[in-house]
Each structure stands twice: as C-alpha cells, then as structure tokens.
C-alpha cells in the first residue's frame, strides 16, 4: 500500500541528481510518484528515493527526456525490479532500447500525445533542442500547481517559455560557464557540440531564459545539470541572480532561486 505522505492537494518535487553524471527527479502527489529520468545506477536511485521517504516499488511510472546515458542508465534495471512502466516517445525508444536491457512489452509505454495521463498526473512533453534523438523536457500538473524539467537543451526557445507559463518550480539548466569551457581542455569538437544550438544552455542563457520564465509566471527556478569542469555552484547561482536583478526582479520577493546537484538530492519541495 502507498503511504499517504502528501497532504490531498500538494505538488511534491525532488531533484535527486542533477549533472551529466546522471539525472533523476522524483515527482509525486496523492497516492502517485513518477521517477523523470533514472541516469543512475538501480541502486544508487532506489537509496535517493528513501533518503526523501519514498520506495522505487511504488513509482508508477518512468519517464525518459532523452536516451543519453545521463538519464537512462538505471531505468532497464528498475523496470525489471519493480514492473515499472518506461514513457519515451517512438524516437527516443528507438535510440534507448538496445542500451537498457530487455523490458517487458507492457512496460514499454510509447506516448504520441504531448499530454497524456499517470494516474492524476497530467503529464506534457516540451520538445527541447538537443542532440538527441527526440529529446523532451516534462511538466507535470496536479490539480492548479505544475513543476518541470527543463535540462538538456541548447537554446531555449519561445514555444518553452510559452509552455512553461506560470509553473510553479521549474528545473532549469545552467551548464557552463562559456570562458571555462573555451578555455578547458575539452577537444575542439566537444567545445562546439556543446556550445551550439542543440548542446547545453550556458549560466548566461539560463539567466536569460530565468528572466523570460519569471515574466511569464514562473514562481521557483532551481538550477542544474551543472558541468563539472567548466561551472561552479556559486557562479551558476550569480550569473542567474544578475541577469534577474538587472531585469528588476527581485529573488526571495518575486521568486525563489535554488540549486539541484550533481551527488545529493536538494530536498522535496511542496508545492502547496
Ligand atoms: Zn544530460
Ligand atoms: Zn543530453
């Protein structure tokens, strides 16, 4: 049995992991949890999972952004573990599949839907510009709160703010730091991939798109998907802070701005 540990009408939203080694958000309300992303090891996620008082045998559903390794390592394993169904769409099943294992066909769940249903959880998939099959970020709706993961992209467009209009936390991310990834030792073509159109969002776009996402009713922004070698907690956070205050917004007053990180999970935040 599910242990009720959500008042009725609450949004839970943990980040677990955040960062290009591994990716997993937990997202629960009522009597239903969803895992986006399972980038880690079966285990290494299941002990997240208790360490914020959840169990990986009650988790409803899988759901994958993209089939880099980042975000699919753990999610073969814990489907056979605990049935879980997987949500990808076509494309991303196609590119996943041969990388984890096999799954049973009724958990092999392909939506073609943007919107579709978990239990009492509307969930919309945001196609995101990415190097990736069909990479996608997710915003999950209960009731009138919403959260999302918005990781994994290369520039944010307007059809994303658009998409994330008045959720509530959003999962944003702010990879790099351009002169720290210009000036690492990162092979040229690595450098390019990653700074282009469908890489990853530096620390200057993720204040941009902070900025755009606070204007359009955004509450929360927590920032993640940190590059190891070419960013830093701090910098992250005070690139973002300036971009917010130069637009005249005001973090602790008009909004919130928080962290997700790389090894530790940053909390549960409810969504009341
Ligand atoms: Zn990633
Ligand atoms: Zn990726």
Redesign the pocket.
Known sequence: MYILRFDFMSLAFSPLFSGSSGNAVFVGAKDVGVLIDTGLSGSVVESALSCIGEEARNIKAILIT?E?I??IKGAGILSRKYDIPIFANQATWDAMRPKIGEIKEKNICVYTDTDFYIEDLCIEAIRTP???AM?VGYRVCYKNKSVAVMT?LGHCTKKIISHLQNTDIVLLESNHDIGMLNSSRYPRALKKRILGDNG?LSNDAAGCAAVELIKNGVKGILLGHLSEENNHEELAYNVVYQKLTAANIKVGRDMALGMAFRKKTAGIFHVK
């Open positions: 993209h880099h980042d975000h990415h190097d990736a990479s994994d990853h």
